[in-house]
């Protein structure tokens, strides 16, 4: 019982990470309609950028949350403006553009190889002063760079809700969402709005890309690991919610690590498919999906 | 037509003539050998792949300074790379293409047993020979096969060592260790290691009380470190590549986890990086490798000055295999004296290699069975531990091979 309990703290904190990996895809998508196959990618950038600032300036990790996430979103910003606009002009009749995620696509083949080439394929980790941390719950362990990702992750996506609900962009975004068509004769701008959505959702892959840093190892194509994730939970969470989010990556987190209780552990990525099926098959739209949606 | 042009004509295919005519002729005698090598240099294994690709530079250069293949009228060693991005159908097409594109004399490679295995089938079906350094997997040399030869150790030989080992360490400190847990990636290397540890351990009467794979490339390997605090074992056998083995170690530390002994069995943990990285929480961790640079032999202390000036990291077993071949292959073609792949072939299965640069390895001699293994790889365990205020890898077994001065901690954690 102690291994379970132990294993759900473990999940949650975990998942709740993987939620924040999903968090800007999910924004992109629900935005742009955009399935942004450069995600991982861009996550792998937020994660060398963490890792050379702290390796060069020698900065406590976590105050690499106050530059990452900016940088990244002028860097997701132009790279809508530059790359991604141009195409989206060009298939504008289209609901769901298909050349774009062709850019995407290439974007993720091009920054990972850039990686490469810059960095070899050498995994780099940071060595910091609460690496391999933890503190004592009763009988219970508790990571400190998790629990750390954990309060980042959940205060990220209250952030981002609150912004989206609060303020007049976050209206903006939510109005280009439902009808881009419509948003546009309100006086919206909508390729502003999407250059907003791709900088947004590119500084939230930096902060995951902040709080993965103090416990994980960076290579170029480490976006993988976390990018196949990222789209299950969106998904199960429901194409373009929030909440939904980091629902379906705690979910995830926690079905990883629980399972991996009762049987080998590389058996959880076939369970979190089948969960994932199971799912799509009752509830097809997600958790917090809108079925006249899509 | 001008008798002028008529001329240029002529001049044009007397030239054609003479090129061809050279190019086909012994007057241009080969002057380099190429040899194919499949290596993950990208992906979850790269900084290995990485490591032996600069040791076999390094070998390669020094042949060719010292006047390359003498019997060859000096032929230069060239070596063709290729990223298997330790994937088995990458290794395979990657192993087509050298033989058939790049037209490579012989192979090496491939690290990853996964690889290696069909990389091998590859080259034997074209009849190019495969000199593997480090595959451990024992069935890449058990089918018959005429044109693999492997350096290192067998992975049945590793484990057999590790007992001993284990076994040795219990009778000169009178510890009883009784239970056991088997941790280890889920590819060929850990899932064959797994497969002979079970045996071994039911033999030698340990009670197994975790035996649990998990994939490299995991995010998280918590849920494997929480089933290891509840299994509470003694004794901790480890297989794991570089990335993992650092998050293995942290994960281990955070959740104090603390089991007596823990064997590792080279690969990620011997892997440069991985004290780097874990810094002080794989203080007294043991390690088997095939190498240590303590070792004493002649020769082994410059070369691995000569990597670190070069290369800014230490040699591990895997490199200095990784050296080991390339003075192999010299070896054999200079015997051969001919690019021949039968050649060849018959030059490397009468290897007696015994002296020279090759020789830091730590055994005494390189010698292949009819299978094609190296009959003398041999083995040693390290203790990470602390030595004047560093963390050093000190060679403690077998007992005559240890450091002088140096009283194994066993058990780690009381």
Known sequence: ?294 | MSYASIGKRLLGLAAIGLLTAGLSGPAFAQKTIKIGNVEPLSGPSASVGVQGKQAREMAVEEINKNGGIKSLGGAKLELIYADSKSDPTVGVTETERLINTEKVQLMTGCWNSAVTYPATQVAERYGVPFVVPVAVRDTITERGFKYVFRIAAKDSWWVRDQFRFLKDMQDETGVKLKTMALVFENGDWGTGFAEKWRALAKKDGYELVLDEPYPSTASDLTPVVTKLKSANPDVVMLVSNAADAILITNTMAEMKVKPKVTVASGGGHADPKFLENAGKNALFMFDEVEWNTDVNKPGAKETNAAFKAKYGYDLTGESVDAYVAMYVIADALERAASTDPEKVRAALAATKLSTGPAMIASYDSIEFDESGQNKNAGIVIVQVAEVNGQLDRVTVWPKGARRAGYTPVFPANK
């Open chain 1, 1 to 294: 019982m102690t291994a379970v309990i132990q294993a759900v703290i473990n999940g949650t904190m975990m998942g709740a990470m993987y939620g924040l990996t999903a968090l800007g895809l999910t924004l992109i998508f629900g935005v742009m309609k955009v399935v942004n196959f450069a995600h991982g990618s861009l996550l792998m950038v937020g994660m060398f950028t963490a890792y050379w600032l702290i390796k060069l300036t020698g900065i406590h990790p976590y105050l690499s949350l106050l530059v990452v996430p900016p940088l990244l979103f002028f860097f997701g910003y132009y790279m809508q403006n530059l790359l991604i606009k141009p195409v989206f002009k060009a298939e504008q009749q289209v609901r769901e553009p298909l050349t774009v995620i062709i850019v995407t696509t290439g974007v993720w083949y091009v920054l990972d190889n850039l990686a490469l080439m810059l960095f070899g394929a050498e995994y780099r980790t940071v060595k910091t002063s609460i690496t391999g941390t933890s503190f004592s719950m009763g009988e219970f362990i508790v990571s400190i760079p998790k629990l750390s990702g954990f309060v980042v992750s959940v205060a990220t996506a209250v952030g981002l809700w609150l912004f989206m609900v609060k303020t007049r962009t976050g209206k903006a975004l939510q109005a280009t969402s439902l009808d881009r068509e419509a948003a546009n004769l309100m006086g919206i701008d909508q390729y502003r709005i999407y250059n907003l959505a791709f900088g947004i959702g590119t500084a939230i892959a930096g902060i995951a890309g902040c709080v993965i840093m103090p416990f994980y190892y960076v290579y170029p194509s480490v976006g993988v690991v976390f990018d196949i994730r990222a789209f299950i939970i969106v998904v199960l969470g429901g194409l373009g919610s929030i909440h939904g989010a980091m629902l379906g990556g705690v979910i995830i987190g926690l079905i990883e690590s629980v399972f991996s209780q009762f049987m080998p552990s590389t058996w959880t990525e076939a369970i979190i498919y089948a969960v994932f099926l199971v799912i799509l098959f009752v509830k097809p739209s997600g958790f917090f999906g809108k079925k006249q949606d899509w």
